[in-house]
């Protein structure tokens, strides 16, 4: 008989129930057990949605992230927050965002704020992490007592648990040291605690762990491939069976490592590695289960139920109950139930899979495989169906666009001039002091603007109302900028719900959700665009309201755009092409946005490449080729403007040293980026590395609501100049304000104008 189980559930609920307990409770307008009481409730409705499952995952359930989590249970806190009063939670929410809720942070005399942890990318997905702190005298102490109490709600509810952690090679791989040492040295440290954890939960009858150790498909050198034997050999005396998850990618190299581990079980992602997947079970003990991940995890559509059966069932047959299946890995990055869609497109609607949906076609896998295809022929019919429609569809082939990629020759990606004579003439045309200030695009959605918006898709506002109510907040913006005394302006992006979401509603070929939504980071969440066919731009997108914000000032007016790079990576991309062609169609309907944009007198423009490097694959190997097609899109969009244009990109939360010659590439006048959080240390590769350009390195951390003072932006500042010349700085935020409010984005903005006039009265002197 095959096991059916998830590797874990989106956490947030269908209606962002989490999100809005969240922000209540940081607001101080909910208790704690109100927002204890809201994750009980979610948490027992989503073991429910999974009823029928032989394994439910249990401890997948956050109230801010996963990461973030198993340092609270591993005893790892930044000394910063030791000593803070409240209790575990305060502290949890301390270290995520810089503060607990409002009404416990009242200790200034002796606490205060503290800075929130670093926070980054998980693997190559649009999810943040909290990012785990080391030292050479780091300690680890069990405090399993979340997990625990989840495991003790979710077998009261009669579920067959399979707890999950985070392996701890994948822990101490994701965490960063903070002085010289060596992250490995730490691993004779934490294994008692894994070892007294596993033991904790066999004690209260757990059978199977669930170990995610997805570092298993990056390339390990020797030090850590060895550091797995020896973690595992330790764990082997463990009661509890364990299943070491591997996803996002192939193995290869780790293949034998993988298999020949010292555990009951092995997941890995056969989304990914399905080449693979033959000569692994070759090497598998004939003890140990296999997992195979079948279904999509990352993406929305359907998933070809008859063409997986096709290729597992000799599996089945091969391996009996050795074999399992599941999602390739957890569903924490789609959303959670189609059937929720009443406005989306009938058509393809009938292509995807949230989910729910998702664990419906892991059913009919398991029954099929139990029972033959007869107990299931309608649900495969239906299937095969929807596929053959979404195949055969005119609305996904557009030969017209086809053809205008087929016709990209190399000269749409150069700049007339090199960045030399373009700095020197849009210096003259710009006029803008030394450390010249700006942000990087969106000011606060406030109530009004959420209000607007809503009434205008729902009909109860018409055009006209609309477009007065988002003008008025355009002319707000601008006038608060031109108070603060910033130097290049931005109009707000009042107009905008998401920053992709807004250009995929008026690009052909996307289609869209309303209740699609997914967590970005803790109380952030994000509703993907579909992209299901091919991509063409019918008309001018941006031009209306930045002009008319340049109206309202004689200072430059930035044009603010989403780059096709990063439209892609945070879309749900279709799977019938490769993403590369995807990448090539939107660059060229965003070129045509940004040509329209000069034409009407904007001479800054702004293209954000928030999400270039989290698009790179696991390995390093196959950088290159990813990096290649993202950077020839971006010049693509770019680079057909006059040299007095100037061109700034952005990009959010990476570290840039491994990819600083690609990222020169793109030939962007300004790049900003994040560097506060990181204390300036992801300019380190601008040391070793003559980056040519313009650089803003963020000094104002917009996650957390702290304000940041003069002093500090100044010496960050400081930090900044000694690795770029001066000459080449700019002062801004590390990303766009539209999660803050205004009386947390004005003093932190005074300040930061402030310390531009320090700054630039120092590099005059």
Same mark, same amino acid.
């Given at each position: 008989?095959?096991?059916?189980?998830?590797?874990?559930?989106?956490?947030?609920?269908?209606?962002?129930?989490?999100?809005?307990?969240?922000?209540?409770?940081?607001?101080?307008?909910?208790?704690?057990?109100?927002?204890?009481?809201?994750?009980?409730?979610? !948490?027992?409705?989503?073991?429910?949605?999974?009823?029928?499952?032989?394994?439910?995952?249990?401890?997948?359930?956050?109230?801010?992230?996963?990461?973030?989590?198993?340092?609270?249970?591993?005893?790892?806190?930044?000394? !910063?927050?030791?000593?803070?009063?409240?209790?575990?939670?305060?502290?949890?929410?301390?270290?995520?965002?810089?503060?607990?809720?409002?009404?416990?942070? =009242?200790?200034?005399?002796?606490?205060?704020?503290?800075?929130?942890?670093?926070?980054?990318?998980?693997?190559?997905?649009?999810?943040?992490? &909290?990012?785990?702190?080391?030292?050479?005298?780091?300690?680890?102490?069990?405090?399993?007592?979340?997990?625990?109490?989840?495991?003790?709600?979710?077998?009261?509810?009669?579920?067959?648990?399979?707890?999950?952690?985070?392996? *701890?090679?994948?822990?101490?791989?994701?965490?960063? +040291?903070?002085?010289?040492?060596?992250?490995?040295?730490?691993?004779?440290?934490?294994?008692?605690?894994?070892?007294?954890?596993?033991?904790?939960?066999?004690?209260?009858?757990?059978?199977?762990?669930?170990?995610?150790?997805?570092?298993?498909?990056?390339?390990?050198? +020797?030090?850590?491939?060895?550091? #797995?034997?020896?973690?595992?050999?330790?764990?082997?005396?463990?009661?509890?069976?364990?299943?070491?998850?591997?996803?996002?990618?192939?193995?290869?190299?780790?293949?034998?490592?993988?298999?020949?581990?010292?555990?009951?079980?092995?997941?890995?992602?056969?989304?990914?590695?399905?080449?693979?997947?033959?000569?692994?079970?070759?090497?598998?003990? +004939?003890?140990?289960?296999?997992?195979?991940?079948?279904?999509?995890?990352?993406?929305?559509?359907?998933?070809?139920?008859?063409?997986?059966?096709?290729?597992?069932? /000799? %599996?089945?047959?091969?391996?009996?109950?050795?074999?399992?299946?599941?999602?390739?890995?957890?569903?924490?990055?789609?959303?959670?139930?189609?059937?929720? @869609?009443?406005?989306?497109?009938?058509?393809?609607?009938?292509?995807?899979?949230?989910?729910?949906?998702?664990?419906?076609?892991?059913?009919?896998?398991? !029954?099929?495989?139990?029972?033959?295809?007869?107990?299931?022929?309608?649900?495969?019919?239906?299937? +095969?169906?929807?596929?053959?429609?979404?195949?055969?569809?005119?609305?996904?082939?557009?030969?017209?666009?086809?053809?205008?990629?087929?016709?990209?020759?190399?000269?749409?990606?150069?700049?007339?001039?090199?960045?030399?004579?373009?700095?020197?003439?849009?210096?003259?045309?710009?006029?803008?002091?030394?450390? /010249?200030?700006?942000?990087?695009?969106?000011?606060?959605?406030?109530?009004?603007?959420?209000?607007?918006?809503?009434?205008?898709?729902?009909?109860?506002?018409?055009?006209?109302?609309?477009?007065?109510?988002?003008?008025?907040?355009?002319?707000?913006?601008?006038?608060?900028?031109?108070?603060?005394?910033?130097?290049?302006?931005?109009?707000?992006?009042?107009?905008?719900?998401?920053?992709?979401?807004?250009?995929? @509603?008026?690009? =052909?070929?996307?289609? #869209?959700?309303? #209740?699609?939504?997914?967590?970005?980071?803790?109380?952030?969440?994000?509703?993907? /665009?579909?992209?299901?066919?091919?991509?063409?731009? *019918?008309?001018?997108?941006?031009?209306?309201?930045?002009?008319?914000?340049?109206?309202?000032?004689?200072?430059?007016?930035?044009?603010?755009?989403?780059?096709?790079?990063?439209?892609?990576?945070?879309?749900?991309?279709?799977?019938?092409?490769?993403?590369?062609?995807?990448?090539?169609?939107?660059?060229?309907?965003?070129?045509?946005?940004?040509?329209?944009?000069?034409?009407?007198?904007?001479? $800054?423009?702004?293209?954000?490449?928030?999400?270039?490097?989290?698009?790179?694959?696991?390995?390093?190997?196959?950088?290159?080729?990813?990096?290649?097609?993202?950077?020839?899109?971006?010049?693509?969009?770019?680079?057909?403007?006059?040299?007095?244009?100037? &061109?700034?990109?952005?990009?959010?939360?990476?570290?840039?040293?491994?990819?600083?010659?690609?990222?020169?590439?793109?030939?962007?006048?300004? &790049?900003?980026?994040?560097?506060?959080?990181?204390?300036?240390?992801?300019?380190?590769?601008?040391?070793?590395?003559?980056? *040519?350009?313009?650089?803003?390195?963020?000094?104002?951390?917009?996650?957390?609501?702290?304000?940041?003072? @003069?002093?500090? &932006? $100044?010496?960050?500042?400081?930090?900044?100049?000694?690795?770029?010349?001066?000459?080449?700085?700019?002062?801004?935020?590390?990303?766009? %304000?539209?999660?803050?409010?205004?009386?947390?984005?004005?003093?932190?903005? !005074?300040?930061?104008?402030?310390?531009?006039?320090?700054?630039?009265?120092?590099?005059?002197?």
């Amino acid at each position: 008989m095959t096991t059916i189980h998830n590797l874990g559930f989106p956490r947030i609920g269908a209606k962002r129930e989490l999100k809005f307990a969240l922000e209540s409770y940081w607001k101080g307008d909910s208790s704690r057990d109100e927002l204890q009481a809201l994750g009980a409730a979610l !948490r027992q409705r989503h073991w429910e949605n999974q009823a029928g499952l032989d394994l439910v995952p249990v401890g997948d359930f956050s109230f801010y992230d996963q990461v973030l989590d198993t340092s609270f249970m591993l005893g790892n806190l930044p000394e !910063r927050v030791q000593d803070f009063h409240g209790d575990a939670l305060d502290n949890y929410f301390r270290v995520a965002r810089g503060r607990s809720a409002k009404g416990l942070d =009242d200790h200034s005399a002796c606490c205060g704020g503290v800075a929130a942890g670093e926070m980054t990318k998980w693997f190559d997905t649009n999810y943040h992490y &909290i990012v785990p702190e080391f030292k050479a005298d780091t300690q680890f102490t069990l405090d399993a007592s979340r997990l625990l109490e989840q495991l003790a709600q979710a077998k009261a509810q009669g579920v067959n648990a399979k707890p999950v952690i985070i392996g *701890p090679l994948t822990y101490l791989a994701l965490g960063k +040291a903070k002085d010289d040492s060596n992250k490995l040295a730490l691993l004779e440290r934490v294994l008692p605690v894994y070892a007294q954890l596993l033991d904790t939960l066999s004690s209260q009858g757990v059978d199977w762990v669930q170990v995610d150790e997805p570092i298993l498909v990056t390339e390990l050198d +020797a030090d850590w491939q060895q550091a #797995f034997r020896t973690a595992y050999q330790f764990l082997s005396a463990a009661k509890v069976k364990l299943l070491v998850a591997t996803y996002f990618g192939q193995l290869l190299e780790n293949a034998e490592l993988a298999a020949t581990l010292p555990v009951a079980g092995l997941h890995v992602d056969a989304i990914n590695d399905r080449d693979g997947v033959q000569s692994l079970i070759e090497r598998l003990p +004939a003890y140990k289960v296999l997992s195979l991940g079948v279904i999509n995890g990352r993406n929305i559509w359907k998933t070809d139920l008859t063409a997986v059966l096709d290729w597992v069932e /000799p %599996l089945a047959r091969q391996l009996g109950d050795r074999l399992w299946i599941a999602p390739s890995c957890s569903l924490l990055h789609v959303p959670v139930d189609l059937d929720s @869609e009443q406005l989306l497109d009938a058509d393809v609607k009938s292509w995807l899979a949230f989910a729910l949906q998702k664990l419906d076609e892991l059913r009919v896998l398991g !029954r099929a495989l139990r029972d033959g295809r007869a107990a299931v022929q309608g649900e495969l019919a239906a299937n +095969a169906a929807a596929l053959a429609a979404r195949r055969t569809s005119a609305r996904v082939n557009k030969p017209a666009v086809q053809a205008a990629v087929a016709a990209i020759t190399a000269r749409l990606g150069q700049r007339k001039s090199a960045y030399a004579q373009r700095a020197a003439k849009q210096a003259d045309f710009l006029k803008l002091p030394a450390y /010249p200030t700006t942000t990087i695009g969106s000011f606060p959605q406030t109530a009004e603007i959420r209000r607007a918006r809503s009434e205008f898709k729902a009909g109860r506002l018409d055009q006209a109302g609309y477009l007065a109510v988002m003008r008025a907040q355009i002319a707000h913006s601008v006038r608060e900028q031109e108070e603060l005394g910033l130097d290049v302006l931005v109009h707000g992006e009042a107009e905008r719900n998401d920053m992709v979401e807004y250009f995929g @509603e008026q690009l =052909d070929g996307y289609a #869209f959700s309303q #209740f699609g939504w997914v967590q970005s980071y803790g109380s952030r969440c994000v509703k993907p /665009p579909i992209l299901f066919g091919d991509i063409s731009r *019918p008309r001018a997108m941006t031009v209306e309201w930045i002009t008319y914000a340049q109206s309202l000032t004689k200072k430059p007016m930035k044009g603010m755009l989403t780059g096709p790079v990063t439209i892609l990576n945070w879309s749900f991309v279709r799977d019938d092409q490769p993403r590369s062609v995807s990448c090539l169609q939107l660059a060229l309907a965003i070129r045509e946005e940004v040509l329209d944009l000069e034409k009407a007198g904007v001479r $800054v423009i702004q293209i954000d490449e928030a999400a270039l490097r989290e698009g790179l694959p696991l390995r390093k190997s196959q950088w290159q080729s990813y990096l290649d097609w993202a950077v020839e899109s971006f010049r693509i969009t770019a680079n057909g403007v006059q040299d007095q244009t100037q &061109i700034h990109t952005h990009m959010c939360y990476s570290e840039f040293n491994d990819i600083i010659a690609s990222i020169a590439g793109m030939d962007a006048d300004v &790049i900003t980026i994040e560097t506060s959080r990181s204390d300036m240390e992801l300019l380190d590769a601008f040391e070793s590395f003559q980056y *040519p350009n313009e650089i803003g390195p963020g000094v104002y951390d917009i996650h957390s609501p702290n304000i940041p003072t @003069e002093q500090h &932006i $100044v010496a960050l500042m400081s930090k900044a100049a000694e690795r770029v010349p001066a000459q080449r700085l700019w002062v801004n935020p590390d990303c766009g %304000l539209k999660t803050r409010q205004w009386n947390e984005v004005i003093p932190a903005l !005074r300040n930061m104008v402030a310390a531009a006039k320090t700054l630039r009265a120092g590099f005059f002197r």
